[in-house]
């Protein structure tokens, strides 16, 4: 069963920054894939940003030009670097990692989330 560590959220003010961090480990195949993913206080689960083993990156336009996601999916370690902060960005982040059985099975496994508040 897949584990996640995640750490750095926590309460930040707006125009602020905060890092998260994930590292993943006991997954029996190897991830493609890291990323983050958020739910505010009623509102539906939605994509943050993730990154590939290739370094390929892709954000939501939310978050475009002020988040930046970094990590090392071979190492399974994923981070978030959020910039600029709003407070629309309240919300518990998920640190996800995608990967695919040798039977070419895909999977996600998702952590079990860490919050992030932006208040003045």
């Known amino acids: 069963q897949v584990q996640f560590v995640e750490s750095g959220g926590g309460l930040v003010q707006p125009g602020g920054s905060l890092r998260l961090s994930c590292a993943a480990s006991?997954?029996?195949?190897?991830?493609?894939?890291m990323g983050w993913s958020r739910q505010a206080p009623g509102k539906q689960h939605e994509f943050v940003a993730h990154?590939?083993?290739?370094?390929?990156?892709n954000y939501a336009d939310s978050v475009k030009g002020r988040f930046t996601i970094s990590g090392d999916i071979a190492k399974n370690t994923v981070y978030l670097q959020m910039n600029k902060m709003q407070l629309e960005d309240t919300a518990v982040y998920y640190c996800?990692?995608?990967?695919?059985?040798?039977?070419?099975?895909?999977?996600?496994?998702w952590g079990q989330g860490t919050q992030v508040t932006v208040s003045s």
């Open positions: 996800n990692a995608r990967g695919a059985t040798t039977g070419g099975s895909e999977f996600t496994s």
């Open positions: 006991g997954s029996s195949f190897p991830f493609y894939a």
């Open positions: 990154i590939t083993n290739g370094g390929y990156t």
